[in-house]
């Protein structure tokens, strides 16, 4: 089982639409999560921190439920800018007492006019 | 400049030749993150440091080596370059131990091109 999982996409949708996003991962001892935005041919940067009570950032929601180990990303109101490969991203500890931030494989967003 | 560089930005290698991709930041960052991505695969992780002269393996370590004498330098050697390893590659440093949500942000490279013919 891999360590985090994404649905891949595309996820197209028309511009104003809500999108929402999934991640799901393994290791329950996982402490920090977010999303980040990986534009074509760029590197990723990030988009979010994911804290365990929620958190919001103008259009963008994220959420943690540590119990089912998921992980959420809602896009409310799509731009076209918004088109782009959303990264769920888990720091993952490690049996070596340090921690390595584990990527899924991304969700591409295609927004439409 | 401040920030993370990776040179070279494009590499084209043959077959059985040695490599190094060299990463370098100016925050002194203790964490340090070889990334590669392929189609399908997303960013696998190839190797991490936690701290200078502290290494570990990620997912993929498999033909690759790296070292970290300096805080600021994580480079990674493909020992002998295989077309398997044709990919982009990324380098990422974050500032603390990720454990804390809040400022923890792992910055990325501009990405290596790596094309082994």
């Known amino acids: 089982r891999k360590e985090v999982e994404q649905d891949p996409g595309p996820f197209n949708v028309p511009e104003g639409a809500t999108v929402a996003f999934n991640c799901t991962y393994s290791?329950?001892?996982?402490?920090?999560f977010f999303w980040y935005r990986q534009d074509c041919r760029k590197e990723p940067k990030l988009l979010m921190s994911?804290?365990?009570s929620g958190n919001e950032d103008g259009r963008f929601t994220a959420q943690l439920n540590r119990a089912s180990q998921y992980i959420s990303l809602l896009i409310r109101d799509s731009k076209l800018s918004d088109s782009a490969t959303y990264l769920c991203v888990v720091n993952i500890p490690t049996n070596t007492g340090f921690q390595k931030l584990v990527f899924g494989t991304g969700t591409r967003l295609l927004v439409s006019p | 400049d401040a920030g993370i560089t990776q040179s070279p930005r494009y590499k084209i290698t043959e077959t059985g030749r040695q490599v190094t991709l060299m990463c370098h930041q100016t925050?002194?960052?203790?964490?340090m993150f070889w990334y590669r991505q392929d189609l399908g695969h997303g960013l696998r992780l190839i190797y991490y440091s936690a701290a200078a002269d502290i290494t570990d393996k990620g997912e993929v370590p498999d033909g690759y080596v790296v070292s970290r004498s300096k805080t600021e330098n994580f480079p990674l050697t493909l020992e002998s370059a295989t077309r398997s390893q044709t990919s982009v590659y990324f380098c990422?440093?974050?500032?603390?131990?990720?454990?804390?949500?809040?400022?923890?942000?792992?910055?990325f490279g501009q990405g290596t091109r790596l094309t082994v013919v």
């Open positions: 994911v804290y365990s």
């Open positions: 290791n329950s001892a996982s402490q920090s």
């Open positions: 925050w002194s960052h203790s964490y």
């Open positions: 990422a440093s974050s500032r603390r131990p990720l454990m804390d949500p809040r400022n923890t942000e792992a910055f």
